[in-house]
């Protein structure tokens, strides 16, 4: 982490080992965000990235669980957090500093101050992504994360559902009030294959990849609503760990890689920008 004086630093500050920050969002609970962050952030992994996961779901921490580790992380260097590994991914979470059902109750600074410390004071090491499970709705979190280091994207998931696209329509606008670009949408729990070979549109599937076209942003994927998915999460193992050959976990890695393409561009844009200034 670069040095800033003895006063606040100015503006968002890079983390110099971290090519790509890459924020995953919401507009409403219970579309499978996490899912989709832990997933992804895995795929990346098996896709031959070094990749980091930061919980900032602060008062609905549920990465500990699906990555299958509970442990409290441990302390090196001078009061610095050295993130906890599991299937390849380093990861960090208020969970696991807090763990059980006590309820985390705070207001808008102490929730600044916990994104600060997760970002600045955590040893993340080099990586290519850093993925950042951001909490639902268009609250404080974000606003304390685009504060404090530059976002290369966000990926906004959804069902295909009216009510999931309206809220997802927020945060697409939230995101473009703080200046973030949008890598793309994502649709989770787009449909569901029975045994007998039936599918069923659970939720409106292709709603998600509509209402990306409107906003001229990319649409990422569609994921499959598949018991095992939820399972693998319950079980801390999630099903990304499969590989890329199983077709249960395909939506998974084919939203990793349109990730991974998506920031690389818009990093190659950022640098070219540097280099002109």
């Known amino acids: ?15 110099p080992d971290v090519k790509y ?49 509970t442990r409290q992380p441990n302390v090196v260097n001078e009061n610095r957090i050295e993130p906890v590994v599991a299937h390849g991914v380093k990861f960090i979470s208020i969970g696991l500093i807090s763990p059980g059902d006590k309820p985390m109750v705070m207001r808008g600074p102490m929730l600044h101050q916990i ?7 955590v040893e993340w090491g080099e990586l290519d992504f850093l993925i950042v499970d951001l909490p639902p709705g268009t609250g404080d979190v974000v606003i304390s994360l685009v504060q404090t280091v530059p976002l290369t994207g966000a990926v906004v998931v959804s069902t295909g559902s009216s009510v999931a696209l ?9 995101f473009h009030q703080v200046k973030v670009d949008v890598l793309g949408m994502v649709e989770n ?11 069923i549109d659970v939720f409106g599937a292709g709603g998600t990849e509509r209402t990306a076209a409107q906003f001229g942003i990319a649409f990422l994927g569609a994921v499959e609503m598949d018991p095992a998915v939820r399972e693998g999460g319950d079980k801390g193992l999630p099903v990304a760990l499969a590989g ?10 084919e939203v990793a890689a349109k990730v991974a393409e998506r920031a690389k561009d818009i990093g190659a844009k950022s640098e070219d920008v540097i280099e002109i200034s």
């Open 1 to 15: 982490m670069g040095h800033t004086g003895h006063g606040m630093p100015q503006g968002p500050q890079a983390l």
């Open 21 to 69: 920050v890459v924020a995953v969002g919401s507009g409403k609970g219970g579309v499978g965000k996490t899912t989709v962050a832990v997933n992804v952030a895995i795929a990346l992994g098996k896709l031959g990235y070094k990749v980091g996961l930061l919980d900032a779901d602060i008062y609905g921490p549920n990465v500990p669980t699906m990555m299958g580790v």
């Open 115 to 121: 994104i600060r410390q997760f970002l600045q004071q």
């Open 166 to 174: 309206q809220d997802a329509r927020k945060a697409l606008e939230m």
């Open 189 to 199: 729990m787009s449909q569901m294959t029975l045994p007998s070979g039936e599918v």
């Open 244 to 253: 890329t050959e199983s077709k249960l976990c395909r939506g998974f890695y």
